[in-house]
Antibody, heavy 123, light 107 residues
Framework: DVQLVEAGGGLGKPGGSLRLSCAASGFSFTNTWMNWVRQAPGKGLEWVGRIFSKTSGGTTEYAAPVKGRFTISRDDSRTTLYLQMNRLESEDTGVYYC??????????????WGQGAQVTVSS | DIQMTQSPSSLSAFVGDRVTITCRASQNIGSCLNWYQQKPGKAPKLFIQGARNLQSEVPSRFDGSGSGTDFTLTISSLQPDDIATYYCQQCYTAPLTFGGGTKVEIK
């Protein structure tokens, strides 16, 4: 069975850093483009960014609010996705999901989601 | 960036009513439009892919239509289990973007 398990959430200070991880299993992680999606409290869904597979160049793409502050990476040997969050802002507070689409290696149809990791940015 | 505008932001209807949610893209996205259902405290669930393709296990009372810039999600007969927030999402190009959501409630 496909599993995505996020970890590393918690409390971070404004201007500080946090790193989330997403441990993946049950599918070909190496060949799959992976995404992060977040949701602020009581708000809608917001795509954070994605990372291509290494065979597709390993390129990363980000939403404007996080570009230059967040970095997505992957360790295919550990089948784990990461989100390094730097220069945290209060607006980064929310639940962070890793997600992918299983219908194609580069799918943007997210039918697989983790359970979510809570990030709270507060002094 | 492609903006996705959903309406209404919330609605309340009786069990058995026909419910329609619309989603408009700021530019032509072909049929690259997905619908998600999200219940409180849960991860979103992909309901409709490619504007009209119901995912397995999604009840047949759900229907997706549209192409280009205008899309619709219809529930033909609202059921208590349909209480949730629904989001559209364009899969056409990065940055991928979601609509603001439509919260569906029972009267």
């Amino acid at each position: 069975d496909v599993q995505l398990v996020e970890a590393g959430g918690g409390l971070g200070k404004p201007g500080g850093s946090l790193r989330l991880s997403c441990a993946a299993s049950g599918f070909s992680f190496t060949n799959t483009w992976m995404n992060w999606v977040r949701q602020a409290p009581g708000k809608g869904l917001e795509w954070v960014g994605r990372i291509f597979s290494k065979t597709s160049g390993g390129t990363t793409e980000y939403a404007a609010p996080v570009k230059g502050r967040f970095t997505i990476s992957r360790d295919d040997s550990r089948t784990t996705l990461y989100l390094q969050m730097n220069r945290l802002e209060s607006e980064d507070t929310g639940v962070y999901y890793c997600a992918f689409g299983s219908n194609a290696y580069d799918s943007s149809d997210f039918d697989r989601w983790g359970q979510g990791a809570q990030v709270t940015v507060s002094s | 960036d492609i903006q996705m505008t959903q309406s209404p932001s919330s609605l309340s209807a009786f069990v058995g009513d026909r419910v329609t949610i619309t989603c408009r893209a700021s530019q032509n996205i072909g049929s690259c439009l997905n619908w998600y259902q999200q219940k409180p405290g849960k991860a979103p669930k992909l309901f409709i892919q490619g504007a009209r393709n119901l995912q397995s296990e999604v009840p047949s009372r759900f229907d997706g239509s549209g192409s280009g810039t205008d899309f619709t999600l219809t529930i033909s007969s609202l059921q208590p289990d349909d209480i949730a927030t629904y989001y559209c999402q364009q899969c056409y190009t990065a940055p991928l973007t979601f609509g603001g959501g439509t919260k569906v409630e029972i009267k």
